[in-house]
């Protein structure tokens, strides 16, 4: 389960790269409530998504005129620079080298051998995300046409345990991934296997996860809002109730209302 203890590893950070800033955080706002709060004028128009007075997520104009909107998940390091070693040791690629982002933190961005983009935030004064869990990020997920080399990559970059789990109908192997001993406490994502052909662009990614109390009321006014529905929503036992999004810019995002827990009685 994500939580805002980081450790090395962990998913700390969440952020959307949009054309239109103005639009994509009114689209976010009728679906989360989040209110988006500029960083400053220094900061060329990067700024937070808050709930309840604490950051959920970020948002920030493509640098790229050739940039696709999407969102990007940052994974906790301790050392950007020795991370952005031992990506490109174990095969992947830096799309953009540690920075310090003033007294923040300090990031990098990189693409994994199978295609997929991430980041890094080594937390300064910024340690991360305030809020994961409900109204916020709760599971990230890469889609790939080759889970088992991208679960060798991330675990020679950050050392993740991970489990295999059969999925329904012979349909593969859905791999959860968790911090170095973390156990099914310390998971925080999965790998899923997917060929192109079932990849909405061919091309992997990682996709955030949100945590609402209603899925299928979010997946209306998503859609009411001009996104797209991947899947729709759809009871996954022992999980809960998921659906897969594009946004209007086409940036992919899932929701998940979460299973209540066993004895809750609701």
């Not at 989360?32 to 709060?37: K, Y």
């Amino acid at each position: 389960m994500l939580t805002t203890d980081y450790v090395p590893g962990a998913p700390d950070w969440v952020d959307l790269g949009s054309r239109d800033t103005d639009a994509a955080a009114d689209f976010y706002k009728a679906l989360f409530g989040w209110e988006f709060q500029s960083a400053g004028p220094e900061a060329g128009g990067y700024g937070m998504f808050q709930l309840g007075g604490k950051t959920v997520a970020a948002l920030g104009p493509l640098q790229d005129e050739k940039a696709t909107p999407a969102w990007t998940v940052y994974f906790e390091t301790a050392d950007a620079d020795a991370t952005t070693k031992a990506v490109e040791q174990a095969g992947g690629t830096v799309r953009f080298p540690p920075m310090d982002v003033f007294d923040q933190g300090r990031l990098a961005g990189y693409t994994d051998p199978t295609g997929a983009d991430f980041a890094v935030w080594q937390p300064g004064t910024n340690k991360g995300l305030e809020r994961v869990g409900e109204g916020a990020l709760c599971w990230t997920e890469l889609y790939t046409p080759d889970a088992e080399g991208a679960k060798a990559f991330y675990q020679k970059v950050f050392a993740w345990d991970s489990m295999g789990m059969p999925l329904p109908d012979g349909a593969g192997t859905y791999h959860v991934v968790s911090r170095t001993g973390g156990g099914q406490e310390g998971s925080h994502g999965g790998i899923m296997q997917l060929g192109a052909d079932l990849l909405p662009d061919g091309s992997p990614y990682w996709q955030p996860y949100f945590a609402v109390a209603d899925c299928d009321a979010v997946v209306a006014t998503a859609t009411g809002k001009g996104a797209t529905v991947l899947m729709p929503a759809t009871d996954m036992q022992g999980v809960g109730r998921i659906a897969l999004l594009r946004d209007p810019e086409g940036a992919f995002f899932a929701l998940l209302s979460p299973e209540p827990p066993a004895g809750s009685g609701s």
